[in-house]
């Protein structure tokens, strides 16, 4: 099993988000986060991130193939898009009577 961290961490990019990757070979590409993994700190968005996997044959005697599959990125590298102006922007939070949202901080708008 892998080692994670004692401290607790809050990712605040969740499922279903729309973001921008603003480093690494995909930089400048959107998508929508299909799955969020909190405890390493990664997200993995489809179409982005793409390696190729070689697969092993099936069946005896079948064919191997190579495949490509995306894989998990650090959040660090991914920016919410802000819904009033479509760039990236940074999370805040923000409380709305008795429940805390996130906000967008480039425009203030509250994020679904």
């Keep these: 099993m892998a080692h994670f961290p004692n401290f607790k961490t809050t990712m605040k990019i969740k499922k279903n988000d729309n973001i921008i990757i603003i480093s690494g070979k995909d930089r400048g590409k959107t998508g929508t986060v299909a799955k969020a993994f909190p405890r390493i ?8 991130n793409i390696v190729k996997a070689h697969e092993r044959a099936k069946k005896q005697g079948g064919k191997g193939q190579v495949v490509e599959r995306a894989m998990p990125f650090s959040v660090s590298n991914a920016m919410i898009v802000d819904p009033k102006t479509g760039k990236g922007s940074r999370i805040g939070m923000k409380k709305e009577g008795d429940r805390k ?12």
């Design 101 to 112: 949202v996130r906000v967008a901080k480039k425009s203030g708008s509250v994020l679904s």
């Design 41 to 48: 700190n990664k997200i993995l968005v489809e179409g982005v």
